[in-house]
């Protein structure tokens, strides 16, 4: 590991030194841990971590971000339904810009500052303490599994126009339940397994829609992309679905330990990941508006397959609906990867049991893919829009968390080691973030009562575990501790002069 100078190289002995110390040392309570920030963490540079396991490289990150995010553009016709597709098309581009834009952007300098799984609970924890940070991890995970549990149900959506069995009662029960266990074995085989499975998944997801939009260029009508009547649009349906669609852009940071040379591979792969989403949304969504009438009504999940049939036949509509029901297994994969990592970092910060950071034979979280696995079983039952708004609702609780901390850290150790920086000052990153904060409480004000209940209970249940957890510790009931791979975290909680390290590229 090369360093820009020997204050530098001292500081990062200093640190591996006193992680070993306290590792060899017996365990301190769980708040003890995590209730002080530090400022910089080793880079993980090498291709294979402690555990001999392969890293995640460039072009695999960039699709597990894609499948994080997205996974192609199905799901967004809801969007055209709700309010035309002027606003869709509108909405897209303009969420795009204020919130996807800057969510990549603090997931790039935080993970980089802080290249380990755990992610944003370890920003938050660094930030704010250990309260808040398990409350990151709770309510992220939560919204995590919450999402992953719509999958499997969408993959049967597809799929049962051809086989009309799974369409309810028994069948579809026991298809779920193959289809999640056969996914779960697939996260235990290894996230570089996940990694080239998800570049294969996307590919072959989004070429139909490249074959679509081609054939659907004669057809065009500029004049459609104009329609749009305000007074009917469904504003709840609308803001979710572009929400649901563009979020989900710092879940990457909980894999981060697990990325080759994640501060100089971690922001090259958002960025690519980025175009790729942005640009898969626009793309069928301006040739398809455009190239058929627009009866709002018809445009709901799995519309685009239809349109397939109506321009190419019924070749096209096969083969997006392939590419649908395969990307939602994409889906699965790449947030059970993410959920469970997140439960192995934050065991290795002593957050967690330490049962939660053993790894199987192939150095994946066995124990968290499990707990994850049940929790997408369990919530199988809720409806598609009940899902949306219940993840989203959670996920907006996190987020206002992450602003917090990014601002904080930005405002006590403003010089510490960020190897990506937002080229924006203290004012300038404030003045970024209010445009999606205010995203946020409009989103999170227009949830159904049910949702919000639900949700709110869901985060009382947060407030009452992070105090047990620590009590369990305290009693020695369940073994807590840092693993000795991570540096340790410094005790001041200002910065000084001397704990500061200069902006390194």
Not at 204 to 210: A, D, E, T
Not at 375 to 386: A, K, R, T, Y
Not at 451 to 456: E, K, L, N, T
Request: charged share 15%; aromatic share 12%; net charge neutral.
């Amino acid at each position: 590991m090369k360093h820009n100078s020997p204050f530098i190289a001292a500081l990062y002995d200093k640190l591996r030194n006193t992680a070993i110390t306290r590792a060899n040392s017996a365990s301190l309570p769980m708040g003890d841990h995590v209730a002080v920030k530090y400022n910089s963490v080793n880079e993980g540079e090498e291709r294979k971590g402690g555990h001999g396991i392969p890293k995640v490289s460039m072009v695999p990150l960039i699709f597990l971000i894609f499948y994080e995010v997205s996974g192609g553009p199905f799901g967004i016709e809801d969007s055209v339904k709700a309010a035309g597709p002027l606003l869709a098309i509108a909405g897209f581009l303009l969420f795009a810009l204020i919130w996807s834009i800057p969510e990549a952007l603090i997931t790039a300098e935080m993970g980089t500052m802080f290249p380990e799984n755990g992610g944003y609970v370890v920003w938050v924890s660094s930030a704010l303490g250990p309260f808040w940070g398990f409350q990151q991890g709770w309510a992220k995970w939560l919204s995590g599994v919450i999402d992953n549990a719509l999958y499997p149900v969408l993959f049967l959506d597809y799929v049962k126009s051809s086989v009309p069995a799974l369409g309810g009662g028994l069948p579809r029960t026991l298809a779920v339940l193959i289809l999640t266990v056969a996914l779960t074995y697939m996260n235990y085989r290894g996230l570089t397994i996940v990694g080239w499975v998800a570049v294969f998944l996307g590919v072959f997801s989004l070429l139909p829609f490249l074959v679509m939009g081609l054939i659907a260029i004669p057809r065009v009508e500029p004049s459609r992309w104009f329609e749009m009547d305000l007074g009917s649009v469904n504003w709840g349906l609308y803001l979710n679905t572009l929400f649901w669609n563009l979020n989900y852009w710092d879940s990457i940071s909980t894999l981060a330990g697990e990325v080759e040379n994640p501060k100089r591979t971690l922001p090259r792969a958002l960025s690519y990941a980025l175009v790729l989403v942005v640009g898969g949304y626009l793309y069928p969504l301006i040739t398809c508006t455009a190239a058929v009438p627009v009866v709002r009504e018809h445009w709901s999940d799995g519309y685009f397959s239809d349109i397939a049939r109506i321009l190419g036949g019924i070749w096209l509509h096969s083969w997006i609906q392939g590419a649908a029901a395969l990307s939602n297994m994409g889906n699965f994969l790449t947030e059970m990867s993410s959920d469970s990592y997140q439960l192995l970092g934050m065991a290795e910060r002593g957050m967690l049991p330490e049962f939660f950071a053993k790894r199987s034979r192939y150095g994946t979280p066995l124990i968290g893919i499990l707990f994850s696995a049940f929790g997408v079983i369990l919530l199988s039952w809720m409806s598609f829009q009940e899902i949306i708004a219940a993840e989203n609702y959670l996920y907006c609780f996190g987020m206002i968390l992450e602003f917090i901390a990014f601002i904080k850290l930005r405002m006590t150790h403003p010089n510490a080691s960020r190897p990506y920086k937002i080229p924006l000052g203290t004012i300038g990153a404030v003045l970024m973030i209010i445009p999606p904060a205010l995203l946020i409480v409009v989103v999170m004000a227009l949830a159904s009562f049910k949702v919000m209940a639900v949700s709110i209970m869901a985060m009382i249940v947060g407030f009452v575990l992070q105090p047990c957890l620590v009590y369990v510790e305290k009693k020695r009931w369940l073994r807590f501790s840092i693993s000795a791979d991570l540096p340790d975290l410094p005790d001041s909680q200002e910065a000084t002069e001397d704990d500061t390290v200069p902006l390194v590229f």
